[in-house]
């Protein structure tokens, strides 16, 4: 018997060229009782058949939106968190695609906000279980993320975020890429959302260590984050 509480709850899976994880991923989540929006950001390769495939089996959970072109991870959050609303989420939950995240980790970010105590969760990864070049990058972006934000959180990359709706219609986020999950902090802040850390598992492969934030991007994100003080 599942036990989760899983009424309400959405996952917003955004994919770009994800065909060797999209059918696991979202098998794993759907099998716990979860509804799925999946966001195939103008993916090039086989990612929307495979997603269209699983959903067939859980007609009833997953739904899938699809950008004509890749429009970047923030585009794809956003369009995925927007649709969620559409469909009367409470709480929406952003999870990679990739194979980055435990699917036993998605209980662990949303009690805190089943229970009523915040409205935003961030799941913080052991830096410690990062290899050297992620480690070095994700505390630069730490103190950066606190720097020009004026906040201070242990995972400001993380992709695994949980977010009541009341929550979710205060945010604007306008990055297109990788910035978008400072810009999530940035909005958390200055929104005043009460927002709580949780910790959840390390996972690295050899493919996954290639994405996300690094030096260039890293670059990028600062001069964003620049342009945000002269707004």
Known sequence: MNMLDTKGVYLVVPAY????????VLRDIA???????????????NTLNIARNVQKDYPNQIYIVSHVINRGLGAALKTGMTDALKHNAEYIITFDA????????????????????VDAVIGSRIFEDMPTTKRFANNVMNILTHIFYGIKVKDSQSGLR???????????????????SSEFIKEIKNNKIPFDEVPITTIYTEETQHKGTNAIVGIKIMFKMIGDLFR
């Open 17 to 24: 060229n994800e065909e060797k994880h999209v059918d696991k």
């Open 162 to 180: 949980a977010f009541s709706s009341k929550a979710v219609k205060q945010i604007d986020v306008v990055s297109a890429g990788y910035g978008v």
């Open 31 to 45: 099998s716990l009782g979860y509804h799925i929006i999946l966001v195939n950001d103008g993916s090039k390769d």
């Open 98 to 117: 990739d194979g980055q995240h435990a699917f036993e980790d998605i209980p662990k970010v949303i009690k805190p906000l089943q229970d009523k105590k």
